[in-house]
Structure formats: C-alpha cells, structure tokens
C-alpha cells in the first residue's frame, strides 16, 4: 500500500465489513428482543397471571432499558474505550435472555428485560462509534446507516421464530424469551478479538498502541496524521451542553424524536391505525406486512442514496415527503382503500432516510472523547417520545379519531422538517475531524 494513503481514503476491505456485520448485532437484537415479547405473552399472560398493569410493565420494560443504556453506554466507551464493551453488552444479553426461560413471575421477567434492555441501548454508542472511526469516509454513510436495516430484519424473524414456537405447546413462551441468546451468542464469538478504536487510543495519549491498530487491520505505511492531530485537543461531555455542540445534541435529539414518534405508534397499532382508516379484517393484516417491508425498503433506498444526495438532501426530503402523506391520511380519513394505502406506502418508504440518519448524523457531528456520550444521550432522549407516542395512539384514536391522529402524526413530522431546514449540515465527503470541528 502507498506510504502516502490516509486511514479516511483507504478503499473498502474485508475488516471494514466484517466489523459492520458485527457491529450490526445490536440492531438485530433491538428488532428482536422487543418485537418477541409480543407473541411471548399470549401465553405468558394467563401463564404468570399477569395483571394489565404488569403486562404494560414487561411490554415496555426493555424500551425503558434502552433510554438508560443509550445515556450509559454512550458515556462508558468513551471513558473506557470501545473494544472491552463491544463484547461486554453482548455477553450480558446473552445470560439475562437465557435466565428468561426459568422465570416464575411478573417481578422477575420484568427485571431480566430491563436488564436486555439496558445492555441492547449501550450497544447503540458502543459499536456505531467503533464502526465510524474504522470506517472511510466515503463508506462511513452508507456502512453505518446500513445497521439500522437489521432492526426490521430482528423484529422479522422474531416474528417468524415466535409463530413457530407458539406451536410447540405452553411453554414455548419460554423458549421465544430464552431464543434470544442464540443471535446474541453468535454475534458475541463474532466480535472477539476485534481491535481497539485507533482514535479513541490516539485521543487517550496511547499513539503507539493506535499506530500498532493501524499496523495490523490495514498493513504498513498508511497514515495515522489524521488522528495524531485529534489527540491534543480535549473536549468534556460537558461541552455537549454548551457552545456549538448543545446546538447540535438539540439538532439531533429533535429530528431524532420527531423520526421515531410516528413510526414507532403506527408500527406498533398499524392494524388498529388501518381499520379506523376503512381497511379492516384481513386487509388490515396484509397492509401491516406490507407496510413492514416497505419501512425495510425504504431504508435500503436511502441507503444506496446518501451519498449520491448527501446528508442534508436525505433528511430534508424524507421529512417532507412522509410529513405530506401522513397529512393527506388525516385530512382524508375516509379515502378509497387505494389511495389509503398509496398514501401509507409513501409514508413508510420516505421516513426510511431519517431512520438511518439517527446513527450517521450524531457519529459525525461530535468528536472522538464525546463521541459515545453524544450518541447514547441523543438515543435516550428520543426514547421519552417513542414511548409517549406509542402510550398516546390507542388514546388519541378513541377520543380524537383516526384523522386528527394522522394530523398530529404529520405536524410531529413537519416540525422535524422545519429543524432540519434550519440546522441540518452537510457532511458528506468530509473526514471525521472536520465534520465535528466547530
């Protein structure tokens, strides 16, 4: 390889996407974990005796999980590095998911998924912040917004796999809750032995220990200049709160909250959303699994887009164009089924560029010390409204209706447009350093 080669213009190779398969476990597991609690408690319910309160509990104990993991990861990997709590999380998932199957009550099975919980939100910071400081700049858009493509991939299987273990008889509850070690098991051997972070050492003041990194993943003679004139600048987590950077973590815990609030209520009741919308019995069924694919379609798309368009361009057309279909729902409630479903089509295939937006833009915008921090509190933050949302739709469907509630949906929607419009950056094509500079 040439001496004069930069870490930030090597070409893709086969560590580069070895690590975004690793890096992609979390993700899949998040997908997974919190769509299989859905079909496990058909038959924990009445197993357990759990009371309504209790089963509301359990359904949203691994999303609260992930509101505390994501703040406490993000500041963990920036303190201690990445590489130890790249493996650490996982091996955590994997025995709270395996101790699921011997559960005898609400208080423990509660427990063990706050617990998942809390390990699948630190993963978030932990490993998109090993992936993007490995990765190229020319591949960093598309590799790290490529992960959150696992999540509909993890709530599909969950699915399938849940189908199949209801069949197995009462306890099959129990072998959906533990099925989740297997995944976990296997993305874990999967990332041992997976290098340290060279920016982070560089930051840390530990110059030999990066360039040996450098070394030994990408050969002799590239370039470690790039994060040697990072490591003498040090910033605190409390710089997130003050000067350019609290303008940023508002940027993103906005548009992040704004992307996530009407997906994660009409993922969650799209049957429900879509017989108040005329399209009830097994029409409601099919849309559903329609409108799932399409929401992992249009994250492909705008993944094979986000360089081609930059950043900038990607947020601001997948806001509009998904706020305006969502407001044609509400305004037009009672639509032919066609033009219903065109319209919720639109709207799934359009949100998909600030989904994978969630994880390119805080990774770029904030500098390797706070890097984690930065990620893990933008992912907290957007938590609080995927839960409210989510808490909100069966009540605004019954006493506000279905058009009211696409209306709001939309406004949510709008309003990210309208920050974007106003403080989303572009960032295509620049090196790591230069996109989190102030």
């Known amino acids: 390889m040439p001496p004069s080669v930069n870490v930030e213009d090597l070409p893709l190779n086969s560590f580069h996407k070895r690590l975004a398969v690793y890096s992609a476990g979390g993700p899949f597991l998040d997908g997974y974990v919190l769509s ?11 197993q357990l005796e759990l009371t309504v309160y209790w089963e509301g509990l359990i359904g949203a104990s691994a999303l609260v999980g992930i509101f505390f993991g994501g703040f406490l990861g993000g500041w963990l990997t920036d303190k201690f590095g990445r590489q130890t709590l790249y493996t650490l999380d996982l091996a955590a998932i994997v025995l709270c998911s395996a101790l699921q199957f011997w559960v005898q009550d609400a208080l423990g099975l509660f427990v063990l998924r706050l617990l998942i919980g809390i390990a699948v939100g630190a993963d978030y910071p932990i490993a998109t912040s090993l ?5 190229p700049r020319r591949y960093r858009g598309p590799l790290v917004g490529s992960l959150i493509v696992m999540w509909f991939v993890g709530a599909a299987v969950a699915y399938i796999v849940g189908e199949l273990l209801l069949q197995t008889g009462p306890d099959g509850w129990r072998w959906m809750l533990a099925s989740a070690t297997f995944p976990a098991l296997v993305f874990l051997i999967l990332r041992h032995g997976t290098p340290e972070s060279p920016r982070w050492l560089a930051n840390k003041g530990r110059m030999e220990e990066a360039r040996a990194v450098v070394t030994r993943v990408f050969g002799e003679g590239v370039k470690l200049a790039s994060f040697e004139s990072a490591a003498g600048d040090r910033v605190s987590a409390g710089v997130l709160f003050r000067s350019g950077y609290g303008g940023r973590i508002f940027f993103i815990s906005v548009f992040w909250t704004c992307s996530i609030i009407p997906l994660f209520a009409i993922y969650a009741f799209a049957p429900r959303i ?3 919308l005329g399209l009830g019995g097994t029409r409601a069924n099919f849309g559903s699994a329609a409108i799932t694919v399409l929401f992992l379609l249009g ?13 900038r361009k990607v947020i601001l057309h997948s806001f509009l164009w998904s706020g305006l279909a969502l407001l044609g729902l509400g305004l037009f409630p009672q639509s032919s089924p066609t033009v219903t479903m065109i319209l919720f089509a639109g709207y799934a295939l359009f949100i998909g560029g600030t989904q994978i937006l969630q994880w390119v833009y805080p990774n770029e ?5 706070v890097r984690g921090t930065a990620v893990g509190l933008a992912s907290s933050l957007s938590r609080i409204g995927a839960a409210a949302g989510t808490y909100l739709v069966p009540l605004s469907l019954t006493e506000l209706g279905i058009g009211a509630t696409m209306l709001i949906a939309a406004g949510i ?17 620049l090196a790591l350093e230069e996109a989190a500079s102030l």
């Open 274 to 276: 879509l017989d108040a």
């Open 299 to 311: 994250t492909v798309v705008f993944v094979l887009l986000i360089n081609r368009l930059g950043r």
């Open 36 to 46: 299989i609690i859905g079909v496990a408690l058909v038959q924990a319910t009445p």
């Open 413 to 429: 929607t709008l309003v990210g447009f309208l920050v974007s419009l106003r403080m989303a950056p572009e960032t295509r094509g």
């Open 131 to 135: 992936l993007v400081e490995f990765t």
């Open 365 to 369: 915008l904030f500098p390797t010390e």
